[in-house]
């Protein structure tokens, strides 16, 4: 079976390594990802995408577009003679590109389709609080994540997974089920099932106005919230005139004496960062100030100067 595998991120990875050392002799003629990016420093060499880093390293050839749309990529895709195309984590193809395959175009997603559909379905599965979530692979249609449901692996959201360890969770569940779907279709045997749209959320990108805290919502939510966007792209606020990422927090119950509970007022109390959401104390564990590293709390605190900041300070 000649594949084209399609990604960029580090989701994508664990699938391709998969489907490169299955005994099943599947032929990967073709990855496509994004083209290299520029670093900050012009002194270095571009950053490749981590499925390119892993393509190389496997001695797989590697096509990089950042338009799908590009005839000569549709033209590139039809030389390789794909019997599959397998989409993790890339862009949306357009019809001129999924077709070219014999068998089928199948994406990995990650959720329970067709639950969170949309760019971003690991954050806001953690972001709503659920307790359960994992990864579908599905046959690729017009309509971006509905197509027909191929196979479906269901994952426990552990009460402390933030984004970045539930992805790595759901990459590696999702690199057996796209082995698994493989199979299926090289015998033949695909049982394929509708999605459901009455059950249908959305997952949308994240972007700089929807990963700021909102600390007139419950504690539990702010946790939530946090946890959702660790470590990338993070949640963030502001501390006076500076922003302020936060990577971990927890509802909490302040000490007597602490006074009121106000949304976003900042309380430096018995050695913990603590704010006041809409319902009481939540304690941020690890954060990183504009300008400065990734540190705990209590490594920030022990730096801290509130004469430095506006009185009473509260978060925004």
Request: with cysteine; proline share 7%.
């Amino acid at each position: 079976m000649r594949i084209v595998f399609m990604g960029t991120p580090d989701f994508a990875v664990p699938a391709l390594q998969r489907i490169a050392n299955d005994d099943q002799g599947f032929d990967i003629v073709l990855v496509v990802t994004g083209k290299d990016k520029p670093r900050r420093k012009k002194s270095t060499p571009p950053e490749p995408t981590p499925l390119k880093r892993a393509a190389l390293e496997l001695g797989l050839p590697v096509y990089e577009t950042d338009d799908p749309s590009d005839p000569e990529f549709a033209a590139t895709v039809a030389s390789v003679m794909p019997d599959v195309i397998v989409v993790a984590a890339f862009r949306i193809l357009p019809a001129a590109v999924y077709t070219l395959a014999r068998l089928g175009a199948f994406n990995l997603h990650a959720s329970l389709l067709p639950a969170y559909r949309g760019a971003a379905p690991v954050n806001w599965a953690i972001i709503r609080g659920e307790s359960v979530t994992g990864v579908t692979t599905f046959f690729l249609q017009e309509k971006v994540d509905t197509g027909n449901i191929i196979l479906m692996q269901e994952l426990a959201i552990a009460p402390d997974d933030n984004a970045t360890m539930l992805a790595g969770k759901l990459a590696l569940a999702g690199a057996e089920l796209v082995v698994e779907t493989l199979r299926k279709i090289v015998a033949g045997n695909v049982v394929l099932r509708t999605q459901d749209d009455r059950f249908a959320s959305r997952a949308p990108k994240l972007t700089r106005e929807n990963t700021r805290i909102r600390w007139n919502t419950p504690a539990a939510a702010v946790s939530c919230f946090v946890r959702g966007l660790a470590m990338k792209p993070s949640a963030w606020t502001t501390i006076g005139e500076r922003v302020l990422k936060i990577f971990r927090a927890v509802p909490c119950g302040a000490a007597s004496g602490a006074g009121s509970c106000e949304p976003g007022r900042v309380l430096i109390h018995e050695g913990r960062f603590l704010v006041g959401t809409l319902d009481g104390w939540i304690e941020v564990l690890q954060l990183q100030l504009e300008g400065k590293k990734i540190m705990d709390a209590s490594e920030f605190l022990r730096g801290f100067r509130q004469e430095e900041y506006p009185s009473p300070l509260v978060l925004s």
